[in-house]
């Protein structure tokens, strides 16, 4: 076939993209797990899902060919109904092709009835798919692609032709009462030679037994030159014989007494004859095992030439059932966001260069998902540019540092993934890897002891980072005192700064966020800016902005968070 098969709805054809993949622990970090749980309750679906969030390619050739298509898609709900019902069609007819794949052959025709049907079936599902595609709204290159993909496919397997010689072909089994077979004799009267003649609806009508065996053989004259049927023979039915004669004593020797010669739908002719018991319950395999080698090259050969380009195109076809259940669980979901509240836009990835990433409105999915009320979320501004390209964010404790580090996290690998993003606009040059460095409970208390763990898996995090890189560090390196974090913490987004890295840095270390502009002068040529979670007369306001840290220290935040100041202690 002429087709191409490496169609994807996931990657743009002609390009060959570098895709890295992200760890479990960063679609944890970011509550993307909870995203995926929530958008489908099937597991075989939720992986799916998570398999293409997770890797994520550079190219904003992808971004852009993908976010078409979800457009598509979230705009079309009437498209996804269709499809999903013609993918559950195409799994089941896959499921049932495949568990009698090994047993056609023994089968035969009486198999090829049924399949039939499921091949006609299976061609009205392509026939659907392409009459779906085809809607006037549909913009996208990928699903245009795909229309043209599949137009090609029907077209080079000759559906249409088949769909006509299938409809001529078709009989149901029932409509089958009869099948009139030619068995060619030697001298002794055994059957050396098979052959079909017909498949009739009409059963036999059944003759004298005398006036049926005169005709048959008992006339010399009635011999036949040729083996044409002439009309004129009739049939005699299989009968139960109670006495043992000559017929039993021959069938016990060969299995059976076969008379046949020319044969006839309506008046029928001469078939077999067996005694009473067990020769008797024989009689419907002996007849299976005869018709099929009869017609074993014949059919075969049918059931090939049905089934050839049925095959390759339910492969084909099949292989973007994933990609588009991808798209379709995501956009009910988001739609289904949407009408709760929820804003969402079409994010633009651009070329290198520029503002490498501006969001307006943006908040948590997560935070959105667990909400009764959206409309009391509160959404912030960001943008990130060679002078902003690490941010340290203080702010006080429960004040929304790790829900928004959470969210630029989540903005990238939407938008990437192709999907619409929670804000009200977004623009950003794609990632090429993230990082994020949480600690593993963030409840338990100050252990320095695991200072080191966290310094190891933070030089793992930067060996494996880029200058395209995104990373999400969260209250990282404040698992010993304040002196030894701040050291080390300070070196590290030394290091980060040299490599270039747009950077969220949530922290308690305030002070590491007031020497933002010495950072930037030591820097050889991006920038660190200070961001805070401002508050409101002491009251949390859960909206960032660009300042120098507020003056709480680290240490009354943790006795804030632990319960331990004056005021929380005697008020009891």
């Given at each position: 076939m002429g087709v191409n098969t490496a169609f994807s709805l996931l990657q743009p054809a002609g390009t060959d993209p570098v895709y890295r993949r992200l760890p479990d622990s960063v679609i944890h970090d970011l509550g993307?797990?909870?995203?995926?749980?929530?958008?489908?309750?099937?597991?075989?679906?939720?992986?799916?899902?998570?398999?293409?969030?997770?890797?994520?390619?550079?190219?904003?050739?992808?971004?852009?060919?993908?976010?078409?298509?979800?457009?598509?898609?979230?705009?079309?709900?009437?498209?996804?109904?269709?499809?999903?019902?013609?993918?559950?069609?195409?799994?089941?007819?896959?499921?049932?092709?495949?568990?009698?794949?090994?047993?056609?052959?023994?089968?035969?025709?009486?198999?090829?009835?049924?399949?039939?049907?499921?091949?006609?079936?299976?061609?009205?599902?392509?026939?659907?798919?392409?009459?779906?595609?085809?809607?006037e709204r549909i913009k996208s290159e990928g699903l245009i692609s795909l229309r043209d993909y599949i137009t090609e496919l029907y077209e080079d397997a000759?559906?249409?032709?088949?769909?006509?010689?299938i409809a001529e072909l078709k009989m149901k089994a029932s409509d089958v009462k009869s099948v009139t077979l030619g068995i060619n004799v030697n001298e002794r009267f055994e059957a050396v030679g098979i052959g079909l003649v017909s498949v009739n609806k009409k059963p036999f009508k059944k003759s004298g037994i005398v006036s049926n065996f005169a005709d048959a053989v008992a006339s010399k004259d009635r011999l036949r030159e040729t083996s044409e049927w002439d009309g004129d023979m009739h049939c005699q039915f299989i009968e139960k014989e109670e006495k043992l004669g000559f017929a039993d004593t021959v069938e016990h020797q060969t299995g059976f007494i076969a008379a046949l010669t020319s044969i006839s739908a309506d008046t029928g002719a001469t078939v077999v004859n067996v005694r009473a018991g067990d020769a008797m319950s024989g009689s419907t395999l002996y007849l299976d095992t005869v018709i099929n080698k009869m017609l074993g090259t014949l059919v075969r050969r049918l059931r090939d030439t049905l089934t050839k380009y049925a095959n390759v195109a339910i492969v084909n076809i099949s292989g973007l059932v994933p990609e588009?259940?991808?798209?379709?669980?995501?956009?009910?979901?988001?739609?289904?966001?949407?009408?709760?509240?929820?804003?969402?836009?079409?994010?633009?990835?651009?070329?290198?260069?520029?503002?490498?990433?501006?969001?307006?409105?943006?908040y948590n999915l997560k935070l959105a998902m667990a909400m009764e009320n959206v409309g009391e979320i509160v959404k912030n501004d960001l943008f990130f540019d060679k002078k902003h390209t690490v941010y340290i964010l203080t702010g006080a404790n429960?004040?929304?540092?790790?829900?928004?580090?959470?969210?630029?996290?989540?903005?990238f690998v939407l938008a990437q993934g192709g999907l619409f993003v929670p804000a009200e606009s977004f623009r950003y040059v794609p990632c090429d890897f993230i990082c994020t460095h949480f600690p593993a409970d963030e409840d338990k208390t100050t252990d320095l002891g695991r200072l080191g763990e966290e310094c190891v898996r933070f030089r793992e995090m930067f060996s494996q980072s880029t200058g395209r890189s995104l990373l999400l560090l969260n209250e990282t390196f404040s698992t010993t005192s304040f002196e030894e974090g701040y050291y080390i913490a300070r070196d590290a987004v030394k290091a980060i700064l040299a490599k270039g890295a747009r950077t969220i840095y949530n922290t308690h270390m305030h002070k590491l966020g007031e020497e933002a502009e010495e950072l930037t002068r030591e820097s050889s040529g991006a920038g660190a800016a200070s961001l805070i979670m401002k508050t409101d007369?002491?009251?949390?306001?859960?909206?960032?902005?660009?300042?120098?840290?507020?003056?709480?220290?680290?240490a009354k935040d943790i006795a804030e968070k632990y319960g331990v100041t004056y005021d929380m202690l005697v008020g009891g």
């Open positions: 993307l797990d909870a995203f995926c749980r929530e958008i489908s309750s099937d597991a075989k679906e939720r992986r799916l899902i998570e398999n293409v969030l997770s890797e994520i390619s550079p190219d904003p050739s992808v971004a852009v060919y993908r976010r078409q298509i979800f457009g598509d898609i979230l705009r079309l709900p009437e498209l996804r109904k269709t499809m999903m019902k013609l993918f559950e069609k195409l799994q089941f007819m896959r499921d049932f092709s495949a568990i009698h794949k090994s047993s056609d052959e023994e089968l035969g025709l009486w198999h090829l009835f049924h399949r039939l049907d499921d091949l006609d079936s299976y061609i009205t599902t392509v026939e659907t798919m392409r009459d779906c595609l085809s809607d000759c559906f249409a032709e088949m769909k006509k010689d588009f259940v991808y798209y379709i669980r995501c956009a009910e979901f988001i739609n289904a966001l949407t009408e709760k509240g929820c804003a969402f836009c079409e994010a633009q990835s651009v070329a290198e260069g520029g503002t490498t990433a501006e969001a307006k409105g943006f429960r004040g929304g540092k790790t829900t928004l580090t959470q969210a630029v996290g989540q903005l007369e002491g009251k949390r306001s859960f909206r960032v902005v660009q300042a120098s840290p507020e003056g709480s220290s680290y």
